[in-house]
């Protein structure tokens, strides 16, 4: 394996988490999210030599999985029925209020429209600025900032008691 390889695969175990966190707030869903960082990861390694000698690896990786799921977005939609709810995994501690309040978020973001969803994801989960995250949607600052208005509006409206958790501390 030589250096450029072996940096890829560094750069590859380190950061796969993180990207992984990312595309499961902008998909909802597990498979959508490890599909969305394989490509991301995917058109990375193929730009490797130029980002490794001067670029921004991670930085490259996410605004291509921004860029591939809005694309994703405007593509024509097939309805999809899910099953049903999985368990969250169990480690022997009780963590119910936590694991409500992570399920009733969950399902308030997924309700969202999509745009106000990714809007969301990249201002508070990711810290994106304004114009960050205004440019990797491909909007004005203006219709970020009204997407985000709406879907925080929306999600104070659907979760008023961790809303009013979050505000008193």
Not at 89 to 112: E, M, Q, V
Request: glycine share 6%; charged share 30%.
């Amino acid at each position: 394996m030589n250096d450029e390889e072996h940096d890829f695969e560094v750069f590859y175990r380190a950061r796969t988490p993180a990207l992984l966190r990312t595309a499961y707030l902008l998909t909802g869903d597990r498979h959508l999210a490890e599909d969305l960082v394989q490509d991301a990861l995917a058109r990375t390694h193929r730009s490797w030599r130029k980002l490794r000698d001067g670029g921004n690896p991670e930085a490259y990786a996410r605004q291509v999985m921004y860029h591939l799921q809005v694309s994703r977005w405007r593509r024509k939609r097939v309805a999809e029925s899910l099953p049903g709810e999985l368990p969250e995994p169990h480690d022997g501690r009780d963590h119910a209020g936590a694991a409500a309040d992570r399920l009733a978020l969950r399902k308030a973001l997924l309700a969202l429209p999509t745009r106000q969803r990714a809007a969301l994801v990249l201002r508070y989960f990711e810290d994106c600025t304004e114009a960050e995250a205004a440019e990797l949607l491909g909007c004005r600052i203006g219709t970020l900032k009204s997407h985000t208005a709406r879907g925080l509006a929306a999600l104070r409206k659907a979760l008023p008691d961790i809303a009013l958790e979050g505000a008193n501390q």
